[in-house]
């Protein structure tokens, strides 16, 4: 490990060593700026100690690479992170200023040990109320979007709790819960909002009376947007920790990559129609009149060697193509109860209808 990565992690790691109450003003400073470049997608993380390490292991990683990080087509990551003491240092004199641009952004508080870290662990930092009162991390979260207009949409991840998990209490698990109902009925509603579990199998959580309730209750609430990660923890206990509670570098960046890349995935299959797995049967005996139902949905699929445009749902209606060339995008407006596909290959909007078998799902 690189000294600069060393004093990194030890300078982080006094946030939880040094937990104490105190009514002082917080020294550190978290620049959000903005690349200029559209971006359909933008991806926020909140946290703690954990965060902070996850901006700096990605942002050394992105430097590495070129700053884009290529998860798949048209879901490139731009990620430049400066940490220094252009703005404000720690107590200590150490660097404390941390600048970050492109679609990826990390909120946290600093490394400034009695004073960063008592404002970013603690629960208020995520709190709303759904009536304008909020917590410091959920405005840096507004900054951030305020700042990047040019990013179209936005994916918001919390990794914040590392600390209050720790108490193994319901209670806080259901103000986190409350507060998490107000981003996205309130603070973010068009965003899209996840919330990772928290590992609390390592050495930190010792004496936690319940480990599990914190991420049972989050994962209660929200099921669809719980991003349960105790696997990928799992397996990195034994060998990828720097101390009792915070991973690697590598680690980090191994995790953040996986969550963006699994975000991804769940958004293009919720943009999927919900096609039946089993398409009815097609009889081709004559239908006068044709009757059927057809489910609305809005898709693009692709033509094959056994696409047929009919003007009916029925193999026995008029044939308005018999053919085409295989893999042209289609647009699929509905599924009707007899096993076809309704489409809109006319200029003037007029509906068609293929066979199920004769359209493929995009690659």
Not at 58 to 69: D, L, Q, R, T, Y
Not at 137 to 149: A, L, R, S
Not at 239 to 247: A, L, P, S, V, Y
Request: overall charge negative; charged content about 20%.
């Amino acid at each position: 490990m690189s000294k600069k990565g060393g004093k990194a992690i030890l300078l982080v790691w006094l946030l939880v060593l040094t937990i104490v109450v105190q009514p002082i003003s917080a020294n550190a400073m978290t620049v959000f700026e903005s690349d200029g470049i559209y971006h359909e997608e933008g991806y926020i993380v909140i946290g703690e100690s954990h965060c902070a390490l996850a901006a700096h292991g990605v942002g050394m990683k992105a430097e590495s690479i070129g700053n884009v990080f290529h998860l798949g087509e048209n879901n490139d990551i731009y990620y430049e992170h400066r940490w220094d003491s252009s703005r404000e240092v720690t107590k200590q004199g150490d660097p404390n200023t941390f600048t970050m641009k492109g679609n990826l952004f990390f909120v946290f508080e600093g490394n400034n040990g009695g004073v960063d870290d008592v404002i970013q662990t603690s629960q208020k930092y995520i709190y709303s109320d759904g009536k304008g009162n909020r917590g410091r991390g959920v405005q840096k979260i507004h900054e951030i979007m305020d700042t990047n207009p040019n990013i179209a949409h936005w994916n918001i991840i919390s990794f914040h709790g590392a600390v209050s998990a720790s108490k193994g209490s319901k209670t806080i698990a259901d103000y986190y819960v409350n507060s998490y109902r107000n981003w996205m009925n309130y603070e973010f509603p068009k965003a899209e909002c996840y919330f990772l579990s928290v590992s609390t199998m390592t050495k930190y959580y010792k004496s936690t009376p319940d480990k599990n309730v914190f991420n049972n209750t989050i994962k209660a609430a929200f099921p669809d947007r719980f991003l349960d990660y105790t696997n990928f923890y799992k397996a990195r206990v034994s060998k990828r920790m720097i101390d009792t509670i915070h991973f690697d570098h590598e680690t980090y960046v191994d995790l953040i990559t996986d969550i963006i890349t699994k975000i991804i995935q769940m958004q293009k299959t919720a943009e999927q129609p919900q096609v039946p797995e089993e398409i009815p049967e097609i009889s081709e005996t004559p239908e006068m009149p044709i009757a059927f139902t057809v489910m609305d949905v809005q898709a693009v699929f692709c033509t094959n060697e056994q696409t047929v445009i009919y003007e009916q749902p029925s193999l026995n209606s008029n044939v308005i193509l018999a053919s085409c060339e295989a893999g042209l995008p289609v647009q699929v407006t509905g599924i009707t109860d007899n096993g076809f596909f309704r489409v809109c290959v006319s200029p003037d909007g007029t509906q068609s209808y293929v066979a199920g078998a004769g359209l493929t799902s995009m690659p």
